[in-house]
C-alpha cells in the first residue's frame, strides 16, 4: 500500500495532486524532481497546431505529502527554481536576428492543501482535497513582458478522489481516478479537471509502470479581454487531453526513483510538445 500511495503523482498539473489513499498519521511522501519542456509549436485557440520561436520552461519541485492524523494529509508543491526562456527570432531570408532571444529565473507559483480520507471500503478509498494555488511566481518578465513562472492569479480546487487495488497474474495493482473543479481569480476562466490512472508493480514492487490520462477544460467564464500568451502554460483557457507514462524504480524500501513523459493528443492554447519528468521521491515510515 505505501508503493501505491508513493505513485499517485501528476506530471502536468501545476496544482498539488495527491491520490485517494491518505498517509497514516506521522507518515510521509517527498519528492524532488526536475519537469521540463521545450517547444516550437503551439496549439492555438481553435485547436490547431502553428509553430513559434523556441520557447522552453524549466522547473525545480519540491512536493510532499505529510499524515496529520489517520484520515488528513497535508499537501505542498513548490517549484523552488523555474527558468523560461525563448531563443532568437531570426529572419529566414536574411538571417538577421529579429527579436532577441531573452530568459527570466525565479520561483512558481506553489501549491498548498489538504486531503481527507472519507472512507475505506474493502481494496477500495475515497477522499476528497482542498488545494490552493499561491501566485509565488513571476506573471510577466522580459522585455516583451511575455516570460512567466507563475500566472498571477490566486486560485481554490475542491478535487474528490477515488481508487482500488487489484491483483494482476501475482502482482499488485492500482486504479485511480479524480475529478476537480478549479475556481480562478483576476479574470481567468474556472477548469474542470479530470484524472485516470493505472499502474502494476512488478518484480516484487521494485519496478512500477503507470499511465495517467488527463483532461483540461476551461468554464469560459472568464474575461474575455484577458490577453492570450500562446508561448506559455499559464495562459487562460488552457485546454487539453494528455496521456503521461511513468515508470518508477525503488533503490531500496524507502528511495526511488521516477522519470516520465507527457503527450498532448488535443488542447487550445498551450505548447505542442512533450513534457518530461524525473525525480527521486522518499517515504518516511
Given at each position: 500500500m505505501r508503493i501505491i500511495i508513493s505513485l499517485i503523482i501528476i506530471l502536468f498539473a501545476l496544482n498539488a495532486e495527491g491520490g485517494p489513499w491518505p498517509q497514516n498519521k506521522g507518515e510521509g511522501y517527498f519528492k524532488l524532481s526536475e519537469f521540463w519542456i521545450v517547444a516550437d509549436q503551439h496549439y492555438t485557440?481553435?485547436?490547431?497546431?502553428?509553430?513559434?520561436?523556441?520557447?522552453?520552461?524549466?522547473?525545480?519541485?519540491?512536493?510532499?505529502?505529510?499524515?496529520?492524523?489517520?484520515?488528513l494529509t497535508g499537501i505542498v508543491y513548490f517549484p523552488f527554481f523555474v527558468r523560461t526562456y525563448f531563443n532568437n527570432t531570426v529572419s529566414g531570408t536574411t538571417g538577421e536576428v529579429l527579436i532577441p532571444g531573452e530568459a527570466i529565473n525565479a520561483i512558481g507559483d506553489a501549491d498548498i492543501g489538504l486531503s481527507y480520507g472519507l472512507f475505506?471500503?474493502?481494496?477500495?478509498?475515497?477522499?476528497?482535497?482542498?488545494?490552493f494555488g499561491i501566485p509565488l511566481g513571476q506573471e510577466s518578465g522580459g522585455s516583451l513582458n511575455n516570460l512567466q513562472t507563475g500566472d498571477g492569479e490566486f486560485n481554490q480546487m475542491i478535487r474528490l478522489d477515488a481508487g482500488s487495488s487489484f491483483t494482476f497474474s501475482g502482482n499488485n495493482g492500482w486504479i485511480s481516478a479524480s475529478l476537480g473543479y478549479n475556481n480562478r481569480s483576476k479574470g481567468f476562466s474556472d477548469e474542470v479537471i479530470s484524472s485516470l490512472q493505472v499502474g502494476v508493480q512488478l518484480f516484487d514492487g521494485k519496478i512500477t509502470p503507470s499511465l495517467r490520462v488527463e483532461s483540461r477544460q476551461s468554464r469560459f467564464n472568464g474575461d474575455p479581454n484577458l490577453a492570450?500568451?500562446?508561448?506559455?502554460?499559464?495562459?487562460?483557457?488552457?485546454?487539453?487531453?494528455?496521456?503521461?507514462?511513468?515508470?518508477a524504480v525503488n533503490i531500496n524500501n524507502k528511495l526511488g526513483v521516477a522519470a516520465s513523459i507527457g503527450f498532448t493528443t488535443s488542447g487550445?492554447?498551450?505548447?505542442?510538445?512533450?513534457?518530461?519528468?524525473?525525480?527521486?521521491y522518499y517515504l518516511m515510515k
Open positions: 485557440d481553435t485547436g490547431e497546431i502553428d509553430p513559434n520561436v523556441t520557447t522552453g520552461y524549466f522547473s525545480s519541485n519540491l512536493y510532499a505529502e505529510f499524515g496529520l492524523t489517520s484520515n475505506r471500503r474493502g481494496s477500495m478509498s475515497v477522499s476528497i482535497a482542498a488545494v492570450l500568451n500562446f508561448t506559455s502554460i499559464f495562459s487562460n483557457n488552457t485546454e487539453y487531453v494528455a496521456f503521461t507514462p511513468e515508470l487550445n492554447i498551450i505548447l505542442a510538445r512533450p513534457g518530461y519528468s524525473l525525480g527521486i
